[in-house]
């Protein structure tokens, strides 16, 4: 991300109002001209660029921005502010919106303007510094614009963008949501850095956000359809053939809307293995180890009916493989608490199919397996 214009904020913050103003007419007439380049503005008939400089706020106060709390030793300093400016575009062929677009900038505590990112067919965002569970994020609310066809008008669907604040200047995606309607109560979370980067808070620093981005997380693979609130993990460390594996089981936070839901990953050096095992209307799931062999136990209980699905797997070489899959179906009598067993179906047994040991499954090929053959 390059620095491209020297902003003295600093002098600003002073009291130089009419300084302050003027820098502020220079960024925005940058971002405006991003956003021109972005858009290829020359292959449309007409466009508009806004907001006006004649609208911009004269007050710090008004702009969106975040502060850097003063050191504990220092009470009485003055805050270190990060400010954030935008431009939105509108363009036109035979006099009809073709596209729309939006850049934004970020005023950097230094006084420099960098550039953040750029996204066609999305409208002006509001901001929003919004805590949450001692996490310090800031929320851009747009809407993505649906282009005009043949047999359709323009439609508009609300889309909220959540970033980290981390340290003084840096911003990291934390949640990419698209709401399905104007009422704000059905949505989808096609990225949560909770859920899908749990060992990761900085993957996608702000600059990386592109439309391309954005559409890879709205087709990528799921393990289940997820709507809603991030998970909660409990983790538990286990040695194996003297290398350390961290064991995460994931569930709902209290109150969410996901229902029954829970997740199983299993990292090494901080990276997760394969991909995380989650599965819907199942209430429990936990890990059980001997040996070589490491089970992963889903369960889900129905009136007296206990069902169970276990994923074992053998560790060989340090890396896993999958040795069978199997389930359980157990009924308990509600007076004396004995459980007999119903079923045991073998899926699939290492072997049996592969005695040779000629084509083993790796972990991480099952979970890619198994989260290419969930519906979605």
Known sequence: MKKILGLLIGVAILGASNLFATTQEQALGAIKQWLADFMQAGQYQRFFLYPPTSDLPSSLDDYPRYSTPCPKDQPHCSKINTFLLSAYGEFYKDYQVQAKGMCLGIIKPSGALEKGFCLKDFTEPSFEDTPKQDIRLIKLAMLRFIPPTLTSQAQHKPVVLEFRIAGKEGFYLYRFREFKGWWHSDYDDFYDQLRDDPNDPYKYPLEAVTNQLLEHFKTMPRIFAFKGESLQNSIDYLVMQDTLYTLVRSTPKPHS????????????????????????????????????????????????????????????????????????????????????????????????????????????????????????
């Open 257 to 376: 809307k996901l229902g029954d839901l829970v997740c199983l990953s299993i990292l090494h050096q901080q990276q997760i293995i394969g991909r995380s095992l989650c599965l819907e209307d199942y209430q429990q799931a936990g890990f059980k180890h001997q040996g070589d062999l490491l089970k992963l136990e889903f369960s889900r209980e129905y009136s007296n009916i206990l069902q169970k699905l276990i994923i074992t797997l053998k560790l060989q070489n340090a890396q896993f493989y999958l040795d069978q899959l199997s389930g359980q179906t157990l009924r308990t009598d509600p007076q004396t608490g004995v459980s007999e067993l119903l079923q045991s179906p073998l899926f699939y047994d290492q072997n049996q199919e592969d005695f040779k040991h000629k084509a083993p499954i790796s972990f991480q090929k099952f979970t890619q397996m198994w989260q290419e053959n969930q519906p979605r």
